[in-house]
């Protein structure tokens, strides 16, 4: 039972990989790879491993998407007002 | 678990594929946080024991047959937030370049091409 | 498409090296023998429940101090390379909805307590300096998301940042100095096991990493805003 969660889980992360590479869209890309920490914060807990859950959920997820938004919210200032 | 060290390659390598195929640099930023995130997951399933605990002792859990290897959380405890602050800097890179040369084409940097 | 036949050739390479972690490190029936001496041993020498932060506070903690000073340099990096721009531009500051204003103000004071809980109770459940830091730099993100135009006051982050930095190599010292050597934490008393003052100095060495995170990742979000 346990494993097929962790496929399902596994298999939405995989796709998640793929369109964080080929979505065209940015903000699409971002927060896919946002989704794939969030997932892998699920996993840690199924690997008995709270600590880093604890750190990936608030990292991987929170701060690098919105640090990830912040450059590219930047990068179209600099682009209107070229 | 074996499932998730086959999850954490298969990371990994869509990471370093992405890195290496795209032209933008946003997207190549992404690659590598992906090629992060599986890293991690690769050690930290190696740290695994079936069927053990958190390492967290008290009256329930007293011995060392029940609780998995600290080490590797430990390890990747520290490494999630060094990511973090590397992308943070990678990022700050790519705004810098894009200020200069108004473009994010990795091909548009041709100083170190040869 | 030479170049994509390379990075393919790249990546079987990977594959080839990263299989025997599949096929042949078989899953563990047991602790290595280090992990074996820090279980069994953790507990009654440092007197911290949680291990993970046993390991990284006191048994690895040199590379931990050389971790945080990592994240100190690429910080130093970001507000090297974004701070040029903040003073001419800050007009068009969009204000934030009402709601996200009230709900702010009713949900800062709690997130800032569940961080600084988070980073008091390393020693005792999951969670720590690191994890109660990110949890108090989300929490001020709320903030300049919520009011744009806050002013962030950069010399007191750069106070709390260095002051805990410093004390936490003064603590290693005094580990040094009193104990078996640098961020020893049995130079306090160890306490009664599991209750929040016991542990030696875990939680005084948690919660200046805590501080010391928090602050820094206050400052990269504080830089990339203010380049807006």
């Known amino acids: 039972m346990i494993t097929l969660f962790i496929v399902v889980l596994g298999i939405i992360m995989i796709m998640a990989a793929l369109m964080a590479i080929y979505q065209k869209n940015l903000l699409s890309a971002i927060v896919a790879s946002g989704v794939i920490s969030l997932l892998a914060s699920v996993i840690y807990i199924l690997l008995a491993a709270p600590d880093v859950a604890m750190t990936e959920a608030a990292i991987g997820s929170g701060l690098t998407t919105i640090v990830f938004l912040y450059t590219l919210n930047k990068i179209n200032k600099i682009k209107a007002k070229k | ?114 | 498409m030479v170049k994509q036949l390379f990075i393919i050739i790249t990546l079987v390479f990977l594959v080839i090296m990263l299989l025997p972690l599949m096929t042949e490190v078989k899953p563990f029936e047991d602790l290595s023998l280090v992990s074996q001496k820090y279980v069994n041993a953790g507990p009654d020498e440092l007197g911290s429940q949680n291990l993970v932060t046993a390991v990284v506070v006191t048994y690895r903690g040199l590379d931990t101090l050389g971790e945080v000073a990592v994240l100190f340099i690429a910080t130093a990096g970001i507000g090297f390379f974004l701070r040029k721009k903040a003073v001419e531009e800050k007009d068009m500051k969009s204000k934030a909805s009402v709601l996200v204003r009230t709900g702010t103000a009713l949900l800062l004071p709690l997130i800032l307590l569940l961080g600084v809980y988070i980073f008091l109770h390393g020693h005792l459940t999951p969670g720590g300096g690191f994890q109660g830091g990110v949890v108090i730099a989300s929490g001020i993100l709320l903030l300049m998301l919520a009011q744009s135009d806050i002013k962030i006051n950069i010399s007191l982050l750069y106070w709390i940042e260095s002051l805990s930095g410093a004390f936490y190599v003064i603590i290693g010292i005094l580990g040094l100095a009193l104990a078996g050597g640098f961020l020893d934490n049995r130079f306090l008393p160890l306490g009664d096991f599991g209750r929040l003052f016991s542990a030696g100095a875990i939680p005084i060495i948690y919660s200046l990493i805590g501080l010391k995170v928090g602050a820094e990742l206050v400052g990269i979000l504080n830089n990339m805003q203010r380049s807006q």
């Open chain 2, 1 to 114: 678990m074996l499932i998730i060290t086959v999850l954490g390659i298969i990371l990994v390598v869509l990471g370093l594929w992405g890195m290496l195929t795209q032209k933008n640099i946003i997207k190549i930023i992404i690659g590598f946080s992906i090629m992060d995130t599986g890293t991690h997951l690769l050690i930290v399933s190696i740290g695994y024991i079936k069927d053990r605990t958190a390492p967290i002792m008290d009256k329930a859990v007293g011995n060392a047959s029940q609780v998995i290897d600290p080490v590797p959380s430990a390890l990747v405890l520290t490494a999630i937030v060094i990511g973090l602050a590397v992308t943070a800097l990678m990022l700050t890179y790519a705004i810098k370049l894009f200020e200069i040369r108004k473009s994010l084409d990795i091909n548009d940097f041709k100083e170190l091409k040869w």
